[in-house]
């Protein structure tokens, strides 16, 4: 798996945290008490790393996660890494993310006025949650090429507007800027394709 | 002894008699006379099991449940697991026939609902259950087994998060062909917990002052989405399944106290609320989901 300096990534197979963290052999994400367990387990995880995390959560194994869960593994999840006391900086990209896990995804994630990157099984990227249409637009941009210097940044986005949106795209965690190379990253191009 | 009459057909409509009577039973032992019933629907049973339990707290001592000679009724109370979840609740003098063996028919059998690993459990079972029943009898995408899961675990955690006591829930498919021309899936949830008055009660009752009762605690959670919890991620349990059986054109009826909310489809006629209901403990919860129709989107 390839990414860029200063990002370290996680793999994380939900599927097998469940198995793992849950007390007996549910196949199935529900109960907040076991998407409890699940998150705190991927929270571990995350925190013990030693640069900013790109999180790879992966559902593929998941067919059924009901409201409770999603708000623990996917809303809370994300809460905890934009608290300020945050344990480590964390990216999350929620991968084979299948049309039954999309409703209470986006259900929780708009409740709590959040926004995520999912990726499907073809590889392929697209935001999940509340946003604006600047925020819409930047990041699709950013998407299609990938990665956007400082320096280009005033050509690709003429408008104050989609600039202050990609400004709060990185602050939302769905688009990262590299302290050292003042560069604009999706978070897919952090990963390598071999590992899509 | 008291003896409360069973009606020939205990469903949902019919539950309200039945609790009302068992409201009214003082010391007395009670004995259900079931000889007359010919029809038990889910929410009869999860009903019937919430009456025994409140007319044993009530009198002090099980009652006696007595059922007619015919055979139809107690087989399919067998097959749906009644006497199992009924053995402590009705004591002697109660026939409890042996279960069934063999393949079931039966979607979800009465299942006791005490922990999050019995949430699961009804998660696994109707997965392996439900998708030909959605698909082939209701006529609903595949994928609907999912959605039907994720009704099933956010009903089953409203008796675990809310109630502070145990609960049953059990479903099955119908053919309502006389009442409907269509068959349906009903889930039936009842537990003996504190009611959504109660639940709600510490953390919302002081912004309503007098106005605050079932009513206003149904309307609360049903529509407002409103919860004792206060985590910003909660309540969106009832929001949702809500939302789910409005989408497959279903009635969704949660009773708690002396009140009754609904949403109710075209198909169906009864009202959005009632009040004044006899007060019995707890919650019911009665979902029906209804054979999608071609001219349906």
Known sequence: ?196 | MRVIDLPASLDHQTSDALFAEVMEVGGEKVLFDGRHLRFVGPNGMVGLLAAGSVAQDRSGEAPILELGAAGDVKSYLGRMGFFQAADGIFGAGTAFPRRPSGPSDVLLEITPITTNSDVHEVVDRVQKRAGAILSKTLGYPPTSVVQFSVILSEVCQNILEHADAPGWVAAQSYNWEKRLGRHVVIISVADLGRGFRGSLSDEHSARFGDRWGDVTALEAAFIHGLTRFPDSGRGQGIQQIRKQVRRWDGLISIRSGTARIADVPEWFDAPPLEEGLSDFPGTQINIVLPERVDDED
């Open chain 1, 1 to 196: 798996m390839r990414t860029e300096p200063g990002v370290v990534p996680i793999s994380i197979d939900v599927g097998h945290v469940l198995r793992r963290s849950a007390e007996s052999l549910y196949s199935h994400l529900v109960t907040r008490p076991t998407g409890r367990a699940v998150r705190l387990a991927i929270e571990q995880q995350v925190a013990g790393s030693s640069r900013t995390a790109l999180s790879l959560i992966d559902l593929s194994d998941v067919t059924v996660m009901d409201f409770s869960c999603a708000d623990e593994i996917v809303a809370k999840l994300l809460m905890r890494f934009l608290e300020e006391d945050r344990p480590v900086d964390a990216l999350f990209i929620f991968r084979g993310v299948r049309q039954s896990l999309h409703e209470p995804i986006q259900t929780v994630l708009e409740r709590q006025e959040l926004l995520a990157v999912a990726q499907g099984s073809d590889g392929c990227c697209s935001l999940m949650g509340t946003r604006t249409e600047e925020e819409e637009y930047a990041w699709t941009v950013l998407e299609g090429r990938g990665r956007i210097g400082a320096a280009e940044v005033f050509e690709v986005f003429p408008g104050s507007h989609h600039r202050e949106a990609l400004h709060e795209l990185v602050l939302r965690r769905v688009a990262f800027a590299s302290p050292g190379d003042d560069m604009y990253h999706a978070l897919s191009a952090l990963v390598g394709k071999e590992s899509a």
